[in-house]
């Protein structure tokens, strides 16, 4: 069974692995970190809903290489972007506070096609909006609420080297399980009654293409991010004799990310 908040806990104690390894000169050869900016696009099609905005990007990945299982070797990364988008859809409304953070383990292999490094891996990517606040059609006036979203996902990845020093890499991501949370108390009326609703996602996938080039200590890379979730599960209630249901509609996201990394004690 899925267990988004195990998963957290998952998340929060990968993050606090990578960030004590930088502490540890046992660790400094593995541990990369760096900074970036991703131009960032969210659309629920149905809804004729969008999110736009630049965000700021964090990550760290740690690469030990006595960190394996039988012949499987570890690699453990984390990413944070955060920042502000802005919101159309029913009516307008800017800045709200965006936040996606995600825990990934993969195991990297050399010797299975030639020439490539395959990676299979396992994902947590967690993704929070903070869309409280009003804004007016005409005269009708909407009210928006804090949501997040919490994904499972497998994960298979490819890299090539080439030139020099530079890399290629493409990764396929498939949804295993999904949880949208949605705190639809923050609008009032009959919703208040219910407290945060749950939805639950079973479909979707991603992919992310990718160049880089090492300099030194530096990594410089590119790529391109899309993942596309399917609609979810419809959460039924009734409140003071009246009949509502909820769902997540399908969305999709794009993002445009640039981030420089940079490898300690190289």
Not at 40 to 58: F, K, M
Not at 68 to 94: C, E, H
Request: glycine share 10%; proline share 4%.
């Amino acid at each position: 069974m899925y267990r988004p908040k195990f998963v957290s806990r998952l998340l929060l104690g990968g993050i606090s692995v990578l960030s004590s390894a930088a502490s540890f000169s046992v660790f400094a050869e593995s541990f990369t970190w760096g900074i970036g900016l991703s131009n960032y696009a969210y659309r629920e099609p149905s809804l004729r809903v969008a999110n736009d905005g630049w965000l700021g990007i964090a990550q760290a990945k740690w690469a030990p290489e006595d960190l394996r299982i039988k012949n499987w070797p570890l690699t453990l990364s984390g990413q944070a972007t955060f920042g502000y988008v802005d919101y159309t859809g029913s009516g307008s409304m800017a800045n709200q506070p965006t936040s996606i953070y995600q825990l990934h383990v993969e195991s990297p292999h050399s010797q299975w096609v030639k020439g490539y490094n395959i990676s299979p891996g396992i994902g947590y990517r967690y993704l929070y909006n903070d869309a409280r606040g009003t804004t007016t059609v005409g005269s009708t006036t909407y009210s928006g609420y804090r949501r997040t979203s919490e994904y499972l996902f497998a994960s298979l990845g490819a890299e090539r080297p080439f030139g020099d020093n530079w890399r290629v890499n493409a990764t396929g991501y498939y949804l295993l399980a999904g949880r949208q949370t949605s705190n639809l108390s923050d609008v009032g009326g009959d919703y208040a009654t219910q407290g945060p609703l749950h939805n639950t996602q079973r479909h979707g996938f991603g992919w992310k293409a990718g160049l880089c080039k090492t300099y030194q200590s530096l990594d410089i890379c590119s790529s391109f991010e899309y993942w596309q979730i399917g609609a979810s599960d419809t959460y039924y209630f009734v409140a003071n004799s009246r009949n509502y249901s909820v769902l997540e509609p399908a969305n999709h996201t794009k993002s445009f990310q640039f981030t420089v990394n940079y490898k300690l004690h190289e």
